[in-house]
């Protein structure tokens, strides 16, 4: 098999043109780790940075950041307990009377609780089971035991 060689200079220009290209193509992003720092599409994991620190977010910013699902007060129950029960366990009921299911684009996914208010201080990482388990509720399933028969 022969290669194709091409002088120096032509091989440095074109190694800058791939270079220049790959960039255009993937360009960096700035705050990956903790959520992109672009106000023109933010995500659930930078928007929700200031719970970290005790604060809360506008049930607003979740909406512009996300699909939103606004759960039924069965739901509600049911995803407060799981928050309840997430360690470290609080002693104290979390904020919010109402309870929301997102998915931004990059593909994070929350329940969160809010208040009447839009006010947003708690939320925490949506798993496929759990997921599975808050949409069965949804439906009024109820669990069963094995076969009676």
Sequence with gaps: M???RFPRRFGAL???ALIAGA???FPARAGEAGGSTDMTTPTLRGLFAPLMSGGCVAMAGVRAASA???LTPDQF????AFWMAIPPVSHELPPGDKAFFAKDSSGDEVFGLFDGAG???SVFEATDWMERLVAQVGRG???KRGDPT
Excluded at 77 to 80: A, G, L, T
């Design 119 to 121: 006010a947003v201080c």
């Design 23 to 25: 960039c255009a193509l």
């Design 2 to 4: 022969t290669l194709l």
């Design 68 to 70: 939103v699902i606004e």
């Design 141 to 143: 399933e109820v669990g």
């Design 14 to 16: 074109l190694v800058c």
């Design 77 to 80: 129950q049911f995803v407060r």
